[in-house]
Structures are given as structure tokens and as C-alpha cells.
């Protein structure tokens, strides 16, 4: 009995999709950039935000499980997921959406109407592509791509910073890029692939392949230059952020070889947890650009 609790409880977990609550720390990316993430205030502030993030993607996550039940049941890996192999109802799940979607509501009413108005405003955006956006080629990049940078721009609003226009563009080109990777590996991996995303018909790999290829040198080149900018070198007091680029560079080519190479990049939270030499070029790069801007 004990047994069967803990594993309906595990189902439960896992339909959060909780691993991908790490998309969230893109909260944090104003507040580190602007020297303010060892100040308390600041800190909590964006602390608040990731939760409500958090909440707010695990309720876009039940509703889009709900929805794409059948379409995951022929996929290779989705189908494991709890509502597309039915270990936990339709009905249940929607129960359990809605009481995340109430939380966010109250979470919402404790902050910044600003701030509240990003988090809706990524909540509809995914609602809409749960029914139909993802089905509309091209349009179905910039919805999965927006998520990333409302984050991004949900940390700026939330203790009130600037954020650099460089830096927006960094994300913009990074969001699109890693969107466009999802696809490349939905196409690539599965001989139905239209079958289970409609939209897929639409892409072919060349066309995919072109778009990787702008989108990443976008991202390569947006970010170089954000730290050889003039407002960056006179806030952190240092031209040495540009030796940051050579950790960016290093993992776009990785995720590049993973995705080509080894069929993997579907989900990048699971490659940046399981991939060993992404996840040193992650701690690298976090700690010489700490050690740069903050020492």
C-alpha cells in the first residue's frame, strides 16, 4: 500500500517536471549582471520570482501533459510522462493544474503589477501555444523562445535594474537557438515525427540548419559584445569579461556536437545536468565571471 502511494506521489512530482524549474534561474541573470546578488533585498526579491516562475511553468506544464496526451504516446521518450501513459487521469491532473494556477494567483496579488503582468503574460503565451500556436511554423520557435527572455526581463522589472541591450539580444538569439535545436532533435530521432507535432511537416533539416546557424552565431557574437561594451567595462571596473566568450563559445559547440553527433538536446536542462563537460564549462564560466565582476 505504502508502495503504491509513494509511486502515485513520484507521478505527481513528476508531472511538475521539476528538473525543468532550472529554465527559472534566467530570473537571476539581471540581478547577477547588475552587481546585485549578494544583497539581501535584491536577492529575496528574485527569490520570489523564481518560485513564481516555478509555479507558473509547472502549471503550463499539467495543461500542456493534459493536452498532448495522445500526440506523447507516440513518442519515444513523452510517452513515459504520467498523463500520456495513464497512471494519473485527465480529470486528476486538471485538479492538480488548477490548484497551481490558484497559487499563482495569490502569488501574483503579493507583487509587483508589473512583474505580475510578465508572469501572465508567459502564462498566455503558453496556453496559446498549447492549442494552437505550436502549430503555426515559425511562430512556434518565438513562443517557446519567449519564455527565456520574459524571465530575463521579469528579474529586471522585479528590482528594478537596467539590463543591457546586448544582453537581451544574447538571450534572444539563445532562446531561438536552443528552440530551434528541440526541433532539429524531434525531426532527426523519429521516423513519424509529424504524426506526434503537426508543425514538424513544415521544418526540414536544412531549413532547421540555417536557422541554427544564424541564431547561434547571434548568440556568440551578442554576447561578445555586450562584454567589450563601454557601460559594461565602466560598471565592472575590468575589460576581462571578454575572456568569458571563450566558455560561451565553447558551449554552443558542445551542444552543437551533441545534438548532431549524439542525437541528444531535446531537453537542455537534461543535457546541462547529465553532460559532463557542459556542466564543468557551466561552473567555469559561473565562477570566473563572478570572480570578474564581484572581485
Not at 510517452?79 to 486538471?94: D, F, M, Q, T
Not at 508543425?199 to 541554427?212: G, H, N, R
Request: net charge positive; with cysteine.
Amino acid at each position: 500500500m505504502k508502495k503504491r502511494l509513494f509511486s502515485k506521489f513520484n507521478s505527481y512530482i513528476k508531472l511538475l517536471r521539476i528538473s525543468n524549474w532550472a529554465k527559472n534561474f534566467f530570473v537571476f541573470v539581471p540581478a547577477f549582471f547588475s552587481k546585485h546578488l549578494f544583497e539581501e533585498e535584491y536577492f529575496y526579491s528574485v527569490l520570489f520570482g523564481f518560485i513564481t516562475f516555478s509555479i507558473a511553468s509547472s502549471a503550463v506544464y499539467v495543461l500542456n501533459d493534459i493536452v498532448d496526451a495522445p500526440k506523447d504516446a507516440l513518442h519515444y521518450h513523452k510517452k513515459e510522462r504520467p498523463v500520456a501513459s495513464g497512471i494519473i487521469s485527465k480529470r486528476n491532473a486538471l485538479f492538480f493544474g488548477l490548484f497551481f494556477f490558484a497559487a499563482l494567483v495569490m502569488l501574483s496579488l503579493q507583487s509587483d503589477p508589473v512583474f505580475a503582468l510578465v508572469i501572465w503574460s508567459y502564462v498566455a503565451i503558453n496556453i496559446l501555444y498549447t492549442f494552437f500556436l505550436k502549430e503555426v511554423v515559425i511562430v512556434d520557435l518565438f513562443c517557446i523562445a519567449s519564455g527565456f527572455l520574459l524571465r530575463v526581463l521579469a528579474g529586471a522589472l522585479i528590482i528594478s535594474v537596467y539590463i543591457s541591450n546586448w544582453l537581451i539580444l544574447t538571450t534572444i538569439f539563445l532562446s531561438l537557438f536552443l528552440a530551434v535545436m528541440k526541433r532539429r532533435v524531434e525531426i532527426a530521432n523519429s521516423v513519424n515525427a509529424s504524426d506526434q507535432r503537426i508543425v514538424l511537416k513544415d521544418y526540414s533539416l536544412d531549413f532547421i540548419d540555417q536557422i541554427v546557424g544564424m541564431t547561434g552565431s547571434g548568440v556568440i557574437l551578442s554576447y561578445a559584445l555586450y562584454s567589450v561594451a563601454e557601460r559594461t567595462v565602466n560598471l565592472f571596473g575590468s575589460e576581462r569579461l571578454v575572456f568569458t566568450t571563450i566558455f560561451v563559445i565553447f558551449g554552443m559547440f558542445r551542444y552543437l556536437y551533441l545534438v548532431y553527433k549524439k542525437g541528444k538536446g531535446e531537453n537542455v536542462i537534461e543535457i546541462l545536468l547529465t553532460d559532463l563537460p557542459m556542466m564543468l564549462n557551466l561552473i567555469f564560466y559561473i565562477s570566473v565571471t563572478l570572480y570578474i565582476i564581484y572581485l
